[in-house]
């Protein structure tokens, strides 16, 4: 069994930051690419950011600038940094992860989600 949990979710005013971690725990053999998605009420799940297993990192354009995914592999564990943040930006963080476990079989997994709200 593999899990993912998400922390450091809350609330914070416009223009303020966060950081999200993501903890993978479990019969883990190694974690791929991970990557952090928002769902906004109402809408459907969208990406974020991605990071592979050496680093590389992309972002979706509404928070290239902004936000700041890093990852600890001795630790197994993903951050999100989010500066600057705008109301539009309310939503549940999920965090996913590609992980292959002990029996080397290679499992998509998910958090259950952290809510970030954005307000004055």
């Known amino acids: 069994q593999v899990q993912l949990v998400e922390s450091g979710g809350g609330l914070v005013q416009p223009g303020g930051s966060l950081r999200l971690s993501c903890a993978a725990s479990?019969?883990?053999?190694?974690?791929?690419?991970m990557g952090w998605y928002r769902q906004a009420p109402g809408k459907q799940r969208e990406w974020v950011a991605a990071?592979?297993?050496?680093?590389?990192?992309d972002y979706a354009d509404s928070v290239k600038g902004r936000f700041t995914i890093s990852r600890d592999n001795a630790k197994n564990t993903m951050y999100l940094q989010m500066n600057s943040l705008k109301p539009e930006a309310t939503a549940i963080y999920y965090c996913?992860?590609?992980?292959?476990?002990?029996?080397?079989?290679?499992?998509?997994?998910w958090g259950r989600g952290t809510q970030i709200a954005v307000s004055s």
């Open positions: 996913n992860a590609g992980v292959r476990d002990r029996t080397g079989w290679v499992r998509d997994c």
């Open positions: 479990g019969s883990i053999f190694s974690v791929n690419a």
């Open positions: 990071i592979t297993s050496d680093g590389s990192t």
